[in-house]
């Protein structure tokens, strides 16, 4: 005979309840938290060691484990490069260094993690979020990029050779004063200028393109096939161990030529990029500086910048002031920039004059206007302030010069 099966289930039991957890949603973490980017110097050819959060050595030898560490890089924001609201999901302890070579710019990364879960947002797919950076430049084993330092060690200078090497002296034509700014010596340097619309231009560019998008704010690719766009590439040479002549970029800036009516050209700057362990010493001044010389030198129209930073605007002033006080007819420039901009007129040309009159409306708020005709002298008398306008005008130009040469002291000592 058969007996019924009794459920062992422990809810049934009163003394056994079935707790029933929920597991915590994963809060992601922000790429800019664990990445790290390293630019590895030119000299040194092989990577080793273990990488942490803060520490990557490029060594040739076993002797060189000791050497200084490799650049790090700071960008300016990663995390628009990952998900929407700027995560990496399903990861526990994750470590993503990575190194571009200052040779190839190939990049390799290597990532380390203690775990993965997906907790409810899924988990980051992180070769493709790095390729969205880095493109083709990244490299997936650690032994092609090592092997990158051998084989393309001549990558710029093949680039280069067939640029066109433009004129290191600025506009005042003194060698000696426009590389004063330097923090370095300036003999090993040179200012080449490459077509984009060829390949091999183009191609280096696609390879610095991720260097632009992590370290310059809201940036955007050139359109390579585009030849109207011209690029500057700031190197200085090197010997090798071998004794053979190397090539080291330092930095690059992207020119676009316009046309303008009826015969003449515009430069825009739209790009430009000091590399960051060569930054701090004078190397982006010194492209400005040549770029302002191609730019007198071909007659443009003009030469002007899209949307620079505030680092940039303060190289270009520190330019400016020199060049302005290099001017012999300086003072009347100042002069007439002030009158333009006070009473908006030229000086010497036909006026329009406000004069006061009077009348039985509020007085602040009526006016005359008129203008001579043919140069004549005007017949209304003026007033005791409007006569002395052109004194009122000297001293304003004569205030605007103490400033002009105060900031001139600072930012170009020489020029006093």
């Known amino acids: 005979m058969g007996t019924k099966h009794h459920s062992s289930d422990p809810v049934s039991d009163p003394k056994k309840r079935r707790r029933v957890g929920f597991s915590q949603i994963d809060a992601g973490i922000e790429a800019n938290d664990c990445i790290k980017i390293y630019l590895g110097s030119l000299n040194l050819g092989l990577v080793t ?28 924001d990663l995390n628009h490069f990952f998900e929407e609201d700027g995560k990496i999901y399903g990861y526990q302890g994750l470590k993503i260094t990575i190194w571009v070579s200052s040779i190839s710019f190939h990049a390799y990364a290597e990532i380390t993690f203690q775990s993965t879960s997906d907790g409810g947002k899924g988990i980051t797919d992180l070769k493709s979020a790095l390729q969205n950076i880095f493109a083709e430049n990244i490299v997936e084993k650690k032994e092609d990029f090592l092997q990158t330092f051998s084989t393309e060690c001549d990558y710029v200078k093949s680039i280069v050779s067939k640029g066109e090497i433009l004129q290191q002296n600025t506009t005042n034509g003194h060698n000696s004063d426009c590389n004063s ?29 991720p260097l632009v998008l992590v370290l310059v704010d809201g940036s955007n690719p050139i359109d390579i096939t585009d030849p109207r766009w011209e690029i500057l590439l700031i190197v200085q040479k090197k010997i090798d161990l071998q004794g053979g002549n190397q090539l080291r970029l330092l930095g690059f800036a992207a020119i676009y030529r316009f046309y303008h009516y009826p015969d003449s050209l515009r430069l825009r700057l739209s790009q430009i990029l000091v590399l960051p362990p060569y930054q701090h010493k004078g190397y982006g001044r010194h492209l400005l500086e040549v770029l302002n ?18 680092s940039l605007q303060h190289v270009r002033t520190c330019i400016d002031v020199g060049r302005l006080l290099q001017i012999d007819n300086f003072m009347t420039v100042i002069s007439d920039c002030v009158r333009a ?76």
Do not use: W
């Not at 071909?298 to 949307?307: H, K």
């Open 49 to 76: 060691g273990v990488a942490s959060s803060n520490l990557v050595q490029l060594v040739s030898s076993k002797e060189e484990v000791d050497a200084p560490a490799s650049f790090c890089i700071q960008p300016v």
């Open 181 to 209: 700014y330097l923090k370095t010596d300036c003999s090993d340097l040179e200012v080449i200028r490459v077509v984009v619309g060829t390949m091999p231009v183009g191609h280096l560019y696609s390879r610095l393109v």
């Open 293 to 310: 010389n191609v730019a007198i030198c071909e007659n443009v129209y003009d030469l002007t910048i899209e949307e620079p930073l505030d």
């Open 341 to 416: 901009e006070v009473i908006r007129k030229d000086s010497g040309a036909a006026e329009k004059r406000v004069i006061e009159f009077p009348t039985d409306y509020d007085q602040e708020m009526s006016f005359v206007m008129f203008r001579c005709k043919n140069g004549e002298a005007s017949r209304i008398d003026m007033d005791e302030n409007q006569t002395n306008q052109e004194q009122q005008l000297k001293e304003l130009v004569d205030e605007r010069m103490k400033e002009i040469k105060s900031i001139a002291q600072k930012v170009c000592p020489r020029s006093s």
